[in-house]
């Protein structure tokens, strides 16, 4: 198998972006103090102005990643060198330009751009080239066609789908027939129709015969596409069995045994608690989420709180800051009688909470999430043993810069996108808030401050999710506000006490207390998703939007200064405007999108036409996935069966017939002899699509022809209209139009 250093599945930008508000500072330090390192002194609140230079690395890595992702790469022998050219060519810039900078004047400053503009062509490249070395570190084989028979392998985890099925993950795998050198490394089975209640354990050599296939591509141009995210998992196969799995050897050792210890303690919080009370506390505490049902899911989404079921940046510092709170209490209070008084009580405390994380890192299995979480938690704990501000841009940034050259693929993801908005912003808010807070009561304090940093968080993330996920939830603060006080007040202090005492077999009564915590939050969840008008579809916004968005977002924040319309800061000025150029822009495409016409599933399993009413589907069942992707992103909360009634289409269930603009006219043919019956009703300005190859056609025929095998060229179509002519556009391959 030939590795190739860029991503094999490409469909252009797609969903990749910088975060949407990218930790980030201003202007270079002009001078050498103490203030331009980051060491002020003084309760001052965190501001662009104090991070540095430092905090426009993960932007410059970001654009780089960006462009990896969004543009089609030359191969490794070609693309290094071409890296190694403008990186070898910032560096010089930037050194020489410090030099020239020493003669001051007008000079120096030019020159100090001009190091600048180095610096940042530099990193840019920088970040394209850890996005390719990442891509051809995680290289792997991908199974390119169907496979059935018996799948041998290591057990390495266990999860639940969409459709509440359990789910394996399997490595060292062995396929009949097939060749080492061509074998994923990583597949995935769902279990249909088998007993999960006594499952294998981690790894364990098990062995079954099931079905195979590559991962899915998108279920239309620009949707989300599971390859990207299945390469970086190493994972080249996707499948199901419905037969019994087989066990062939006993579990291994070593690591499996700690993790087969940890899925042990997620039953065991699951059988003290019980019900979905308890499936969601040991999802809290050890990230198993094997037994929280689907359902609960969807009640968590429409309510804005499913980001409490996984393990992030939340949990990660409530757990932190409830040690580091706990310990300085304790601490302070034995120097109040004269012990312990030289203790730096507030780095012991920083030392134990960063201990604490990283045991909560590996108790919750060390997902991508919580792993991301633990660096931006432990770099603001560091700071504090390293006595610098514990919660700055700086740091920020610093956590940003780990995770994108080690985990490059992240900048797509919504979670990292979010976290990190959130966190931006609340560092912003909280000179307001300092301000403002002396002005309020005491006892409301608290409040205020829940409610204010709730609505902030909810403004900086609310785009980004309903971008991703296409959709809002409009009761999404009520719920927060409602739950997080809770989860942070009860269930996360529950928790770490019954971690503790669960050695003595005392854990029952802090178990007890930490279902109190999850039974209540998912009363908030279940009584927000049932309030009218919980979740408003929008429509899925073109790829460039996130990035314009979080780009502009990114230059506001790192640009802004209270002197800026002095004129006295011209660049900035610019830059800041830049930004809120960029900002404009995208929300303008984002309210300006318009859908496609005409969609195509990857296998043509299924048609959808864009009427005055919605998406009319051409058939009410089959392709579920596909089309339930297709109405999300039309911003359309219609199931299925409800878009196939919608009037467009005619004709017998199996020969579908639709009208089209400029007198063309779309035919979906299934079923047995699709194929045969599809070449009959060849004809100009005719779209066939069908579920059997389309046979005995020339290829100068009039119609446009979309069967099986040229969908697996060309995976999902979308086809609109211009100048009364089809314009398709395509996933994979481009889609040859007939003369």
């Not at 020489?96 to 062509?121: N, V």
């Not at 969409?162 to 089975?189: C, E, G, K, M, Y």
């Not at 432990?378 to 940003?400: H, N, Y």
């Not at 069966?641 to 043919?669: F, I, N, S």
């Amino acid at each position: 198998m030939t590795i190739q250093t860029g991503l094999p599945y490409r469909t252009g930008p797609g969903k990749l972006s910088p975060p949407a508000s990218a930790p980030g500072s201003g202007s270079a330090p002009t001078g050498s103090g103490a203030a331009d390192h980051g060491m002020d002194a003084g309760p001052r609140p965190p501001s662009a102005g104090k991070a540095g230079l430092f905090a426009w690395v993960p932007l410059c890595l970001s654009a780089g990643i960006v462009i990896w992702f969004g543009c089609p790469m030359p191969e490794p022998a070609i693309l290094w060198p071409l890296l190694s050219l403008p990186m070898l060519t910032g560096v010089l810039l930037s050194l020489g330009a410090k030099f020239w900078a020493e003669s001051g004047g007008t000079a120096g400053i030019l020159a100090d751009r001009l190091r600048l503009g180095g610096m940042a062509i530099a990193l840019i490249a920088a970040g394209t080239g850890i996005a390719a070395f990442r891509s051809a570190m995680v290289a792997a084989p991908v199974l390119e066609w169907r496979y059935y028979g018996p799948i041998e392998g290591r057990l390495v985890a266990i999860d639940r789908s969409a459709r509440d099925r359990i789910r394996l993950t399997l490595d060292q795998l062995r396929l009949r027939d097939l060749p080492q050198q061509l074998t994923p490394h990583r597949v995935r089975l769902s279990l249909i129709g088998v007993d999960d209640r006594d499952l294998p354990a981690l790894g364990q050599r098990v062995m079954m015969t099931g079905h195979l296939g590559p991962p899915p591509g998108p279920a239309a141009p620009g949707s989300f596409d599971f390859r990207q995210h299945a390469w970086f998992a190493r994972l080249g196969a996707v499948g199901y069995t419905r037969n019994p799995v087989l066990t062939m050897a006993p579990p291994e050792g070593g690591i499996w045994r700690i993790q087969r210890a940890r899925l042990d303690l997620a039953a065991a919080i699951r059988a003290g608690i019980g019900g979905q009370e308890g499936a969601v506390a040991a999802a809290l505490m050890t990230g198993d989420r094997s037994g929280i049902h689907e359902s609960t899911n969807a009640v968590m989404r429409a309510s804005n709180l499913y980001h409490i079921i996984s393990i992030s940046g939340l949990h990660m510092s409530m757990l932190a800051g409830f040690v580091y709170a706990t310990l300085r209490i304790a601490t302070a209070a034995l120097q109040a009688t004269g012990l312990l008084a030289a203790l730096p009580a507030h780095k012991l405390a920083a030392f134990c909470a960063l201990l604490a994380s990283a045991g909560y890192l590996w108790l919750s299995g060390g997902g991508v999430a919580t792993e991301r979480a633990f660096v931006m938690v432990a770099v603001m704990l560091g700071a504090i043993l390293a006595d610098r501000r514990a919660i700055s841009l700086r740091t920020v940034a610093l956590a940003a810069t780990i995770i994108l050259i080690f985990s490059p693929e992240s900048l797509a993801s919504p979670g990292f996108q979010m976290s990190f908005a959130a966190t931006v912003a609340l560092i912003l808010s909280y000179g307001p808030w300092s301000r403002l807070a002396p002005h309020v009561p005491a006892l409301l304090r608290p409040v205020a401050m829940l409610l204010i940093s709730s609505l902030v968080a909810g403004l900086a993330t609310s785009p980004i999710a309903a971008a991703h996920f296409n959709r809002m939830a409009q009761y999404g603060l009520l719920a927060n506000l409602l739950a997080v006080p809770v989860m942070g007040t009860f269930v996360m202090p529950a928790g770490v006490v019954a971690a503790l005492l669960a050695p003595l077999g005392l854990a029952d009564p802090a178990l007890w207390v930490m279902g109190l915590g999850t039974a209540w939050m998912l009363k908030v969840a279940a009584f927000v998703a049932g309030l009218g008008g919980a979740v408003t579809a929008i429509a899925q916004p073109q790829a460039t939007v996130i990035p314009l968005m979080g780009f502009g977002a990114t230059l506001c924040v790192l640009c802004w200064r209270p002197q800026l319309l002095t004129g006295r800061t011209p660049a900035l000025l610019a830059g800041f405007i830049s930004g809120g150029a960029m900002l404009a822009a995208g929300a303008m495409l984002w309210l300006t999108v318009q859908r496609p016409l005409l969609l195509i599933a990857p296998q043509g399993e299924a048609v959808g036409l864009m009427t005055g009413r919605g998406r009319a589907i051409s058939k009410p069942s089959g392709g579920a996935f596909v089309v339930k992707s297709w109405l999300l992103e039309d911003g359309d909360t219609a199931r299925q069966a409800d878009a196939a009634q919608r009037p467009a289409w005619t004709g017998d269930k199996r020969d579908r017939h639709a009208r089209l603009p400029a007198g063309w006219q779309v035919w979906h043919l299934t079923g047995k002899g699709s194929g045969e019956r599809a070449a009959r009703k060849c004809g100009p300005r005719t779209i066939l699509v069908s579920t059997e190859a389309i046979k005995d056609l020339p290829r100068t025929a009039p119609c446009l022809t979309l069967d099986p095998k040229r969908l697996r060229d060309t995976g999902a179509v979308a086809i609109d209209f211009r100048d009364s002519m089809p314009v398709p556009s395509t996933v994979d391959q481009p889609l040859e139009m007939s003369p």
